[in-house]
């Protein structure tokens, strides 16, 4: 199926640093998200993002939080500055659509581990 | 809240059993999304179905969106079916969120 992809794999930071993950998305989508999930917990929902704007982020969507995509490159979560909470897999995920017909379908890439220490 | 909860927590069959694993939500919806998620975490997406049946191999999605409910019927298990199974409801008004339920944890031993 569709492939999305996810730069870096696995990251390890000292709290209070900063952080960009990347994602390279399904090409022709035009829907993207972040998820994050704790090990052992439920995945929850972060942000999504259409047309250079977000357009519905979630508590968990802290301040120190952003997502861009400039110019069609990666999309991408920064996270500034770190805690240790923030320590959790980050998956990228993408749609063509949205609205209730299968283009909606969310493709996830393989995740980044992040590790605030 | 919304609210999605899924069923059993953790299945375990002998290869060759079926096995039908259950999802409950209490809020209106677009969609649900079904997916495997493999022990190393990526995960595959199985079934996107708002209402009805959906047929992929030996994997079969029912959603019935008056009773608040979606299914995910596994016949034939193999041993490579292991893994966690979720469900996740397609929830939005602006743009497309996914609300997860907890997952269920399948084991098929050979």
């Known amino acids: 199926g569709p492939k999305v992809l996810q730069i870096p794999s696995h990251q390890i930071i000292d709290m209070g640093q900063m952080v960009t993950l990347n994602c390279d998305p399904v090409?022709?989508?035009?829907?993207f998200y972040w998820y994050k999930q704790i090990l052992g917990q439920q995945m929850e929902f972060l942000v999504n993002f259409y047309n250079g704007k977000v357009m519905e982020k979630s508590k968990l969507f802290k301040d120190q939080f952003s997502v861009e995509r400039p110019d069609g490159s990666y999309f991408t979560l920064k996270i500034q500055p770190t805690a240790l909470e923030d320590s959790a897999v980050y998956f990228c995920?993408?749609?063509?659509?949205?609205?209730?017909?299968?283009?909606?379908?969310?493709?996830f890439g393989p995740g980044t581990r992040l590790l605030v220490l | 809240g919304q609210q999605v909860q899924q069923s059993p927590a953790s299945l375990v069959l002998q290869e060759g059993e079926n096995a039908e694993l259950q999802c409950n939500f209490s809020t209106s919806l677009n969609s649900m999304q079904w997916f495997y998620q493999r022990p190393g975490g990526s995960l595959v997406s199985l079934f996107y179905?708002?209402?009805g049946t959906k047929h992929s191999g030996r994997l079969t999605s029912t959603t019935v969106i008056k009773e608040r409910r979606s299914s995910l019927h596994i016949s034939s298990s193999q041993t490579t079916d292991s893994g966690t199974y979720l469900c996740a409801l397609v929830y939005g008004s602006s743009g497309n969120k996914l609300i997860f339920g907890i997952g269920t944890l399948l084991s098929v031993k050979p």
């Open positions: 995920a993408s749609s063509r659509d949205w609205g209730g017909a299968d283009q909606d379908t969310q493709y």
């Open positions: 179905n708002p209402s």
């Open positions: 090409s022709n989508h035009l829907y």
